[in-house]
Nanobody
Framework: QVQLVESGGGLVQAGGSLRLSCVAS????????MGWYRQAPGKQRELVAA???????NYADSAKGRFTISRDNAKSTVYLQMNSLKPEDTAVYYC?????????WGQGTQVIVSP
């Protein structure tokens, strides 16, 4: 089993920045992919960014140029640096880890961007 603990959400004004962190713990053998998803009220959960064990990344179009995903394999931690935040970025952000090709989710952290 893998447990995920997220931190770093909060309230920020438009144009501001936040950094989300997610630490994976438990019986970790091989983390294949680490990523961040978000779900806004009334909308489906969507991928924001993901990073593979080799370091390759992919981003949602809405995140490109503003968000940066990174990971520290030694600490089993993934980060999401979010800059130039917009009100439409308001959502609950969920950490996702693919471990031994099984999906695990964090409890979510709220991000609110005020105009």
């Amino acid at each position: 089993q893998v447990q995920l603990v997220e931190s770093g959400g909060g309230l920020v004004q438009a144009g501001g920045s936040l950094r989300l962190s997610c630490v994976a713990s438990g019986s970790i053998v091989t983390i294949n992919v680490m990523g961040w998803y978000r779900q806004a009220p009334g909308k489906q959960r969507e991928l924001v960014a993901a990073i593979r064990s080799g370091g390759s990344t992919n981003y949602a179009d809405s995140a490109k140029g503003r968000f940066t995903i990174s990971r520290d394999n030694a600490k089993s931690t993934v980060y999401l640096q979010m800059n130039s935040l917009k009100p439409e970025d308001t959502a609950v952000y969920y950490c996702n880890v693919v471990h031994m090709w099984q999906n695990y989710w964090g409890q979510g952290t709220q991000v609110i961007v005020s105009p």
